[in-house]
């Protein structure tokens, strides 16, 4: 019995050991190995012990598989394949530019149909708008109402 459950730990630390160093494959026909002889061994002993083996690997392999997982990005080969996102410093706090703030409540023309999104000269430049109400011709005057994120709310003056 006890070589049975050594058997069986030894497979799910295979299994891990395989998620965390390529052996292209190897590892895992070991695991495999393992796995098998243990429940022969268990099987041996009896059908119960036996499906009780069986049962244990269908709960712990999906655990092996998650934990192996989960270290795999600290180690020397994990920190080559995952790439490091920046740290809370060096991420822009809201997405709300600078100069669309200072759009809110200019005036402008419509350079195409605003149904309800399109394009507008405001203060100079052209920016993408959509239109808060009902629909807007080229040509015809808007006002910048918002700004919502990166969105330029305006209505028809």
């Known amino acids: 019995m006890i070589l049975a459950i050594a058997l069986i730990v030894l497979a799910f630390v295979l299994i891990i050991l395989e998620l965390t160093f390529p052996s292209f494959g190897l590892l895992s026909l070991g695991a495999a190995a393992a796995y098998a002889f243990s429940l022969v061994i268990a099987f041996g002993l009896s059908a119960g012990t036996g499906w009780s083996f069986i049962g244990a690997g269908i709960l712990l392999l999906p655990m092996a598989i998650g934990f192996g997982l989960k ?37 402008g023309l419509a350079l195409t149909d605003l149904r309800p999104a399109g ?5 100079g430049r052209r920016v993408d708008v959509i239109a808060d109400g009902r629909f807007v011709e080229r040509g015809g005057g808007v006002r910048v109402l918002g700004v919502n994120g990166t969105r330029v709310v305006v209505q028809a003056t």
């Open 71 to 107: 270290i795999l990005p600290n180690t020397p080969i994990g920190r080559r394949l995952f790439l490091k996102g920046p740290d809370a410093s060096e991420v822009a706090h809201g997405t709300l530019p600078e100069d669309l703030k200072e759009l809110v409540g200019h005036t």
């Open 119 to 123: 394009t507008a000269r405001i203060a």
